[in-house]
Each structure stands twice: as structure tokens, then as C-alpha cells.
């Protein structure tokens, strides 16, 4: 499968409802691909969808991920968050599958105060059976690795190794690349041969065909800054050269890449999404 296959598009606000609203902000942005909040992402509350509104996602043409609620964190020493954390990691599936997405993304998460192995444990223990619901047509759970702030169970793709060994290497599980917080948290995908080495060391540690999404993000901050500020794409410090570097990678190659860039107007997110779709159709370099 060549570059040209990966889809191209966006997180799509949902007024109005993901697909009233979030199809309309596709088509200004022409994406070939959306990502959609099911619930509120700063807050607790899970909303119930509406089956017009599931049916024309499901039906649609344009691919659809899901990204859960920021709040989610099974590495929580607290009781309440990790309960109110599974139920919304199961809403967001429930949801999920039935908008017919093709996954959905999670933040891998903090231990908070508590050590790192208790935290490991805890996501074995509350985790995977949540995997181990999930049925045959539903979406794979994708874990995101943070940007490298304090007490971050998962940050560098290698750090991905022991997440995965938690839950067993579940078929139902996945990987979504931010190169934002790949960047904040050490991979110099600017570095000669940094994209290649990153992505070879993702493959190496998860496996092949477990990398599903990447999230296309510039960022406004050096190298292993630890910060998540994401930057349109070409205006910050990763530029446009490991964005075309990455569509030419052979795992990268049909996975949808998704924009959650700055701007609230469809204006500087179609020009991100126009500004990727030109590195990917771009004849690679003799």
C-alpha cells in the first residue's frame, strides 16, 4: 500500500451532533478522515447518542475515531477516578462501535502519587477485562502515549513494552501516535533519521500492524520539553520534512492521519490538512 492510501482529516467539533456538525466541519476542512469527542472531555458525564445521528457516521463515507474523555487515568490511586475512568473508557467504546469507528483513543495515563508497578498492576487488573468485552465488531482500544510530564506511565514509544505486557498483548488493542508528544517526550523526529529510528522502535516494542492513528501535531515547544502544545503544521519546531518522513514509513503507510491543531475557524485547519495531503502525494525524494 503506497503513502497516497493513508486518509488525511481532522478532529471535528460536534455541535449539533457529530454528524450534523462534525460531517459539516469535514467537508469545509475536506477530510478524508474525523475524529469525535462522544462526551464531554472535561467532564464525567456520558451522553447517549442519537441513532440518526450513530447511522450517518456508521454509513458514511469518511472514516471515524473516537478520542475518550482527558480525564481517563486507570494509574489513579484513587478509587473514584479509576471507576468513573472504566466507565467511561466502556461508554466510549459502547459509542464506538456504534458509529462504527475505527478506534478509540485513550491517554495511557499517571500513577499520581502511587509507585509506577502499582500503578502497572492496577491497569491489569480493571483494564483488560474491559478489552476482554469488547465484541468482534467493535472498535480496538488505542492507547496514546503523553507527552512526558511527571509520573506518566507511558511516554517514549518503548515505554509502550511494559503497557502492553500489562494487558497482555490484547488483540483488541492498539497504538495512536501523537508526534507532538512523541517530540515533548524525546523522539527528535527533526534528527537525521529520528522518524525512522521512532518508528522502527514502536514496531520493534508493540509489533506490526498494531499502529492504527497517528495524530498529526506540530508543537510549539524544543524537543523533550515534557509540554503539549500542539502547533499547526510547518509553523512549529518539528516543520513539515518528518511529516513527509512519516507517511513514507512502512507502518505509517495506510493509517489515517488526524490534525488537533490550533484555530476555530475551518480556515488554518484546512491549510493543515491541505499542507499534509501535499507531503503525502509529494514523489519521494530520488
Not at 52 to 70: Q, T
Amino acid at each position: 500500500m503506497s503513502a497516497a492510501h493513508s486518509p488525511v482529516g481532522g478532529h471535528v467539533p460536534v455541535a449539533g451532533g457529530p454528524a450534523t456538525g462534525g460531517l459539516k466541519y469535514a467537508g469545509q476542512i475536506d477530510a478524508e478522515v474525523v475524529q469525535i469527542f462522544v462526551s464531554n472531555p472535561r467532564g464525567w458525564a456520558m451522553t447517549a447518542g442519537k441513532p440518526d445521528e450513530d447511522a450517518k457516521l456508521r454509513e458514511g463515507e469518511l472514516p471515524v475515531f473516537v478520542h475518550a474523555n482527558y480525564l481517563i487515568n486507570v494509574g489513579s490511586p484513587s478509587p473514584e477516578t479509576l471507576e468513573r475512568s472504566l466507565a467511561s473508557i466502556r461508554h466510549a467504546l459502547e459509542r464506538g462501535r456504534a458509529v462504527g469507528a475505527g478506534g478509540v483513543v485513550v491517554h495511557t495515563g499517571s500513577s499520581v502519587t502511587q509507585s509506577y508497578e502499582d500503578a502497572m498492576r492496577q491497569v491489569h487488573e480493571h483494564l483488560l477485562p474491559v478489552l476482554e468485552e469488547i465484541p468482534d465488531d467493535g472498535p480496538p482500544l488505542l492507547l496514546e502515549p503523553m507527552a512526558g510530564q511527571a509520573n506518566m506511565l507511558c511516554a517514549t514509544v518503548q515505554q509502550l513494552g511494559p503497557y502492553f505486557e500489562a494487558l497482555e498483548h490484547h488483540p483488541r488493542l492498539g497504538v495512536c501516535l501523537d508526534t507532538c508528544h512523541a517530540w515533548a517526550a524525546g523522539h527528535d523526529l527533526t534528527a537525521p533519521n529520528g522518524v525512522r529510528e521512532t518508528m522502527d522502535a514502536l514496531v520493534e516494542t508493540v509489533g506490526e500492524g498494531r499502529l492504527k492513528l497517528i495524530h498529526a501535531n506540530d508543537s510549539k515547544d524544543p524537543c523533550g520539553s515534557g509540554r503539549d502544545r500542539h502547533e499547526n503544521i510547518g509553523a512549529g519546531k518539528l516543520g513539515e520534512a518528518p511529516f513527509a518522513e512519516l507517511f513514507r514509513h512502512p507502518a505509517a503507510r495506510g493509517v489515517p492521519f488526524v490534525i488537533e491543531t490550533p484555530g476555530r475557524a475551518p480556515e488554518p485547519h484546512l491549510k493543515d490538512v491541505e499542507t499534509l495531503k501535499r507531503l503525502r502525494d509529494a514523489p519521494p525524494e530520488s
